[in-house]
Structure formats: structure tokens, C-alpha cells
């Protein structure tokens, strides 16, 4: 029987409108009254007046056994009211968590109709997800938010947050909110803006982080500052990057790498527990350095090997021009994957493969077939000695059926190719149930590179402490030695997804006025970019370092997403847009007037 949706409720006293979740119940539940709210997953007629009712709500499903259902519809809004007993033998759901059981003796009252779904939230095909267009699921999100997955997704972001901000606080970190409406911040990235009403003309940098503040936190004595913080950057979107996305971001006084370090691994190992009920235990370390010739990466994806080998030893003497070192002025290199069982690639496969590192930047690719006998099978091998093809495949323990790849290069630029085709080619042999694979990975270059005009591009932000035991390089006369330098800076890497990054900072002025020197910014750019922090550091600044590292990604991670869309309630698409609210979108010309803003027209394109 069902009430019609003019009539108002009756509320329980103390519990709202429900005495239970639906999805909750079970066996032990069997003989009780309840009240269950939620929306009509499901009608199955049984019968001529009875209709099994799917009922569902945020913890899932329950079977309600009604009379006369004839005019509930998927999705109307409703109360049940009946008793929880047993399914009859071999009727039982194991499929469903309240499976065992159903709600009999129903009473139905309509809280809200509903117009039919624009899609269908349960799955009819039986593979779990039902299969939707993204942008349809984005336009209508607080309908695709009803879904089994995203409320899944999103009370795990919820666990994990509950955990993280439970970790910091009992390591004594004190949560601050630090302001959205601030000047730039040397993150890197382009900044969103706002135009100020009150200055026209003027305009405020949305946080691409807190990194300015939770420095002025440290010299504000708080000791340890985190924050569970907004970020937003203006770059191209991904699979693993929106505009806004959020991070735990920590800084500490009076402590150094090794301790941020410990902090970082003991919030995020609460995090994985509180998800998994699993310990991480003693997360790894790698150095950069190690990082970039065994995996071509800096965030190497440790769960499968295909490893970087050097090679360039066997051919010091080679008649081979490709991989003839030259004068030796340059960083050459040869180095080589060993892809297990690739030699069945067809020509085709082989030369997109091709295709593909001169698109990331080498200038060819070697590809060799281990052929029964250890022999190779490639368009070069001519032009190899026997005792170079030889200690190639010994060096590379190639197997018969394995495939052998080659790239000569200045070393950073192989290294690169080499560890994008390793990605390419092993991580689809990545078993599903790899679990979770956090590692450090520490010493980063102070600088990327050296720029057109030969001064140094900062690999992080200017105030990144150089290794103590690098300072005195920053003194050199020869710009190369630079990039030998090492900072005191780390990332945490998970499955091949750079989680963060943080690192000790600066807090001496000569130190940080060698560095701006160095990096080319002169007083003027100090003073406006950096103006209030310098200004900070005057006033006693004790030494302080710390990281940050993104909340989506994790969860994403947690709950094996590949795109970090789905672990945000409301997530712009690839090209920006909210499908949802339609923004970006255009003002009105009066608001325009009143920032004092005048738009251009559009270019024709
Ligand atoms: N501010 C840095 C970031 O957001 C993290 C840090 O250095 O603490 O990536």
C-alpha cells in the first residue's frame, strides 16, 4: 500500500525518518520492525498484486516485498515501513550484502516522485558498472552519485580524510586554513585569478598551494602546521589532474628530511589502513638518480620489471655510427629494455613502437628478436660485431622470444624513451591485485636544467635546501656543474603516480640570496614575488621543511580508479568545462564594468 506524497511523514523520534539503512540489514535483524528511506531501485512484479522492491540508499540494497506497488517508479523517494525476516530457501542474494534477507508486510509512503533517470544506475549486464557516456553520468552527477561506485569512492575520500587529519593530529600537527584570495605562488603552474572589485584593475592568484603561509606558519612559531588544502593550477587536464584537487599539506620547524619523511609515511600508512585494513609497512627509497637509470622516471613504477640496462660499455669500439659515442664531450649513452616474449610483435607493432620514441624525443630505435640460439634478428645486426651481439644478449639475459630495445642518446633523453616504453609495454602485464607500491624517492637535482641563456632551471620551488654536502658547487665557475647539485627534496611515488613532493627549505638569507642570484631573479622580482616572506625571514625563521601530496590521487588509487574523475563528487572533464553548473561561463557586462574589465573580442578561431 503506498501514501501519496502530499502527506507529511511521520518522523521517529531521535533517528529522523528511518530506524535502519536498508543495505545494513541482516540475518540478525530478522523479526524486527523497520523503516527503511531511500529510492526504488527495482520493481519486479510477483504475482498478481505483490512486487518485489528493490529499495536503495547510501549502503546499498534491500528486497521489500509490497502489495499493490503498481504505480512506484525507478527512482521515486520512499519510507518502508515492515518486518525483516528470512528469504525463502533458495532465494537467497549472495550477491547482495542484505541478500539472506527482505522486508515483508510493507507499508510504502511516497516521500517524492521522480522522473525517469537519464541513464540506468544498476547494472543490467552483470559486469558490475552499469555502461554510461561520462559526460552524460557529469551532467547529471547527483544522479550518477546514487550509484553503487561513486558512493563507494566517495566515503573512502571520506575514510582516508578522517584518517589522515586523525594521524596528523596525534603526531601534534596543528590544522590551519590558510587563504584562498592571495598573490602568486612559485608552484610553477599558470594561476587562476580574480579580478578585484574594490582595486579594478587588480587581481588576487588562486592557491596553486599554501607553500608561502605554511612557511610564515613556521616563523609564526606553530611548530607543525597541516592543512587538508584546495589547490588550484591552471594546467592541462588528465587522467590523474583537475584544475582544483586537494592535498595533505604539512610543514615542521626544528626538523629535517628524515623526519617529514617518517610524518608523511605514518598519515598515509593510516590512510591505507583505515581503507584496507592492511599495514604499508617501511616504505622504500630510491634515489633520483637510481630512479632515472634503472626505470627511466622519476616516479617509477616498481610493480613490474623491465629495468633500464646500461650498455653503453660494449660498444666503446663500435663501427655502428648510432652508437658511437663521439668526442666524448657529451653524456652518450646506450641503454636497453628487455621485453619478455616481444619478439612475436608484427612489423607493424614495431615500427609504431618506433613511431612513437622519436615522437618522445629519441632519434630511432633498435629493435632486435632473440632467436632460438641467442641470435638477433634486426635490420642493424649487420652492422654489429659478433662479440657486441654477443655480450648485448648476455648483458641483457635476452631469452629466446624476447624482445631486445635500444636507444642511444644523450643519457636523460634515453633514460626518458626507454622508461616511456617500458610503461608502454609492461604495465599491462601488471597483475590487478598488485597491491599498493609506495616508494620514496629522494636526492632530486636542485636544477632541471640550464636554460637558453646557460643560467639553471630550479627543478622545485626557489627555497629547496641544496644537500649540504653539494653547497659548495653553487659556487663554481662551469654552469654544468649545477646540475650535479642535489636537493634536499623527495617525492612519494605510488604505482607509478607521483603522490607529492616536499622538501627542506631554505631559511638563511645569504643561502637564499645566492639561490635567487643563481636563478637569475633579481632584487626587484624578489621583492615583489617573495617581498613578504623575505621580509618573515628577517624576523628569526627557524630551520623547517615539509611535503604535500594529493588526497585524489590516493584514493584513487585505493579504490583501483583510473581516473581521478571518479573519486570527486563533482570533477570538471578533460577540457574544463562543469557539465554540470555549465561553468565556465560569461558574465554580465555590468560586472565586467565593475572590475573595471573590458573583454576582446574572440579570435576568429
Ligand atoms: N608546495 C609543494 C606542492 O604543493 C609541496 C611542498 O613542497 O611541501 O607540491
Known sequence: ?????????????????????????????????????????????????????????????????????????????????????????????????????????????????????????????????????????????????????????????????????????????????????????????????????????????????????????????????????????????????????????????????????????????????????????TIPRMTWHEARERFGSDKPDVRFGMELTELTELFLSTEFNAFKAGDGSRDFVVKGIRVPEGASFTRKQLDDLTDKAKRWGAKGLVWMRVEEGGTLNSPVAKFLSESELTSLVTTLEGETGDLLLLVADERPAACHVLGLLRLELGRSTVPADAGLHFLWVVDFPLFEDLGEDGSPIPAHHPFTMPHTADEHLLDTDDPRDLLQVRSQAYDLVLNGWELGSGSVRIHRSDLQGRMFELLGIGDEEQRTKFGFLLDAFRFGAPPHAGFAFGIDRLVALLVGEENIREVIAFPKTQSGADLLTGAPTPIEPRYLDELGLRLLPRSAD
Open 1 to 281: 500500500m503506498t501514501t501519496n506524497p502530499q502527506q507529511t511523514p511521520q518522523r521517529i523520534p531521535g533517528v529522523g525518518l528511518r530506524t535502519d539503512y536498508g543495505g545494513d540489514l541482516r540475518a540478525d535483524d530478522i523479526g524486527r520492525e523497520v523503516s527503511v528511506c531511500g529510492w526504488v531501485a527495482r520493481r519486479r512484479e510477483h504475482g498478481e498484486h505483490l512486487a518485489f522492491v528493490d529499495l536503495r540508499d547510501r549502503t546499498g540494497l534491500v528486497q521489500c516485498v509490497v502489495d499493490g506497488a503498481a504505480d512506484l517508479r525507478s527512482e521515486y523517494v520512499v519510507r518502508i515501513t515492515g518486518v525483516v525476516r528470512a528469504r525463502p530457501e533458495g532465494t537467497t542474494n549472495p550477491a547482495l550484502a542484505s541478500g539472506e534477507i527482505e522486508i515483508g508486510d510493507c507499508t510504502v509512503e511516497v516521500l517524492n516522485i521522480a522522473e525517469p533517470p537519464p541513464f540506468p544506475l544498476e547494472d543490467k549486464t552483470g559486469s558490475g558498472e552499469p555502461t554510461v557516456d561520462e559526460g552524460i553520468r557529469l551532467r547529471h552527477r547527483y544522479i550518477d552519485l546514487r550509484s553503487e561506485r561513486m558512493q563507494r569512492n566517495l566515503r573512502t575520500r571520506a575514510k582516508v580524510n578522517h584518517a589522515l587529519r586523525n594521524s596528523m593530529d596525534s603526531q601534534e600537527f596543528v590544522e590551519i586554513e590558510t587563504p584562498m584570495l592571495i598573490a602568486s605562488t612559485p608552484e610553477g603552474a599558470r594561476d587562476f585569478v580574480v579580478p578585484s572589485r574594490l582595486s579594478p584593475g587588480e587581481f588576487y592568484a588562486l592557491p596553486q598551494s599554501p607553500q608561502l603561509f605554511k612557511q610564515l606558519c613556521m616563523v609564526g612559531g606553530l611548530d607543525r602546521y597541516f592543512q587538508i588544502a584546495r589547490c588550484l593550477r591552471d594546467e592541462d587536464l588528465r587522467a590523474d589532474r583537475q584544475f582544483e584537487f586537494m592535498q595533505l599539506d604539512l610543514e615542521a620547524s626544528f626538523v629535517g628530511q628524515e623526519d617529514v619523511l617518517d610524518f608523511t609515511s605514518t598519515a598515509v600508512a593510516a590512510a591505507v589502513e583505515a581503507v584496507t585494513g592492511e599495514q604499508i609497512g
